[in-house]
Structure formats: structure tokens, C-alpha cells
């Protein structure tokens, strides 16, 4: 079971072990860390899952869609290279040891 590592809004670090296939933001809500709104469920509507993925790890992760890329775009807090989406994202053996932070709110 691969493991990650959840930064909070506050700066708490959580040590997660991640079911594989849930994406991460089910990681993060199922685990009631503190900031993971996800409004929509999941479905890519709101950005209100915006995470910061350690940049040893963005190669590991599927491209940003069109419309993540949309709706990051839309975030004050966007990062070039770091930003995504955590429901756009699915746990697997390779993401064992991720690395991420829950982005400001908007």
C-alpha cells in the first residue's frame, strides 16, 4: 500500500497509506484533513482539491486535461509545473512516498 505524505493548510504533515486506484483527493477527505473541500465530489468542476505535488513526482502523474488546466487557471495560487487537481489523480505503486500540500483556498 503505497504511502503519502500530506502537508494541511496549518503546515501539519499526516503520513497516509493509500488504498491503490482512489484518487487522491479521496486519500485526503477520507482521512479528514483539514482544507479538502471537494465540492463537486470529484467530477473536475471546482478546483476546490488543488494540490502542490513535490516536483519529483510530476512525471510519475497523468497529464493536466484541458479542463484542469481550465480551472487551475483559475486559482490565485496556481504554481506553474506543481499545481493539479488531487481528484485528477489515482494512487498507484509508483506514487508510493508522494509528497504534497493542500493549496491555499481561494
Sequence with gaps: MPQITVTSRDGEKYVIDAELNQ?????????????????????????????YVAPEFIGLLPPVSEDEDMLLDGSLHRRPEV??????????EPLNGLALEIAPED
Design 23 to 51: 484518487t487522491l483527493m479521496e486519500v485526503i477527505r477520507d482521512n479528514a484533513i483539514d482544507g479538502m473541500d471537494a465540492i463537486c465530489g470529484g467530477c473536475c468542476s471546482c478546483a476546490t482539491c488543488h494540490i
Design 83 to 92: 499545481s493539479r487537481l488531487s481528484c485528477q489523480i489515482r494512487v498507484s
